[in-house]
C-alpha cells in the first residue's frame, strides 16, 4: 500500500489518550512503523533526527494526519505549528476531540465544520464514527481486522477517553487560617474523590486569624485556552448556617483575584465566567491554585463547608 503513515498530532499532556490510541492500532494490525507519536517509544523519532527536519519529511510523504484536539493542544505553539504545517501540505486528517472539548471549540486551520469524533463517552454514536475510520485505515494500510477484536480494541480505547481534565483534582487541597500554624479554624474533615468533594469545619473561636482558606492547587495550568473560548469555573457549594459569604479566588500568576459568592444549606450551583476575574490574556497563562477565603467578620457561628465538581466549563 506504499509508503503510508498515520501521524499523530498531539500536546505532550494528552499523552495518555494518545497512548491508548496507539495501542488500539497496534492491536488491529498496525506496526510501529505505520505510526509517528513523539509521545510513545517506539513511535518517536529517532534521537539521531532533527525534531523539525524529520516532521517536514514526514508531511512531505503520503502520510494521514490525526489531530487530537483539546484545550492543552490549543496552548502548545509546537501542536499549532504541526497543524499550520499538515494544512499547507494539504495533508488528510481527522480530528479527535479529547473529553471536555467541543466542535465549537476548534479554532485555527482545521475546518471546524468537518466530520470530527468526539471523544470522552464509549456511546453508539463514538462507536459508529471509529467504525467509519476503519475503512480509512483499510484503504491506508490494507488491514482487515477480526470483527471482534475490532470491536474490544476499540472500546478499550474510547473507555480509555472517558475523563475530563477539566475537573480539578479535589484531593490536591488544604486548608489554611491565616496567620496561624495550627490550622484548627478551618480543617479539612473529609475528602472524597469518588464523589470529587470537599468536606471543612469552619469555627473562628479556635484561631485568632482573620482569614481562613481552603486552597486547591493547580499544578501552574495555562488558562489561555479557557479564557480565549469564554469558559467558566463552576462548582456545587453549601455550607451551615453561619456561614454564608465566600470569596472565591483565582491566584493568576503571583495577584489573587476574588469573587464573592453567598451560600445557605442549600446546594445551589455556580458558573462563574473567567472574565469576571480578569479581562487581560496574559494573566491566565499561569493559574496555580484556585482558593476560597472566609473571613471572620462574615461567619456568625461555626459550621461547615462543603464543595463539589470544581471544574471549568
Known sequence: MGNKRLFLSHSTQDKNVVTAFVNFMFTIG?????????????????????IYDYLNKALNDEIYVIFFLSDNYYSSTVCLNEM???????????????????????RGVVNKNK??????????????????????????????????????????????????????????????????LEHDGCKIIKKESSSNMVNVAIDFSKTDSKLSSIVFFNGRRNFTSHFINKRNLCFEAYAETGISCVDVELKLGDVDIRYEIYLNDDEKNFKIPLVQFCEYLSFWEDVPEIKFVIHRKSVTAPGKLTIKNLRIE
Do not use: H
Open 115 to 180: 466530520v470530527g469524533i468526539k471523544l470522552g463517552t464509549c456511546d453508539e454514536m463514538s462507536k459508529a464514527s471509529l467504525n467509519e475510520f476503519k475503512d480509512t485505515l483499510y484503504d491506508l494500510f490494507g488491514i482487515t481486522v477480526n470483527q471482534n477484536v475490532w470491536e474490544t480494541a476499540r472500546d478499550t480505547f474510547l473507555n480509555a477517553t472517558i475523563d475530563n481534565s477539566r475537573y480539578f483534582n479535589m484531593l490536591f487541597s488544604r486548608s489554611y487560617c491565616i496567620g496561624d
Open 84 to 106: 499550520g504545517a499538515a494544512w499547507l501540505k494539504k495533508a488528510d486528517s481527522l480530528n479527535l476531540l479529547l473529553a471536555g472539548f467541543d466542535f465549537a471549540d476548534i
Open 30 to 50: 498496525l506496526k510501529s512503523e505505520d505510526i509517528i507519536c513523539t509521545s510513545v517509544p517506539s513511535t518517536k523519532i529517532p534521537n539521531s533526527e532533527d
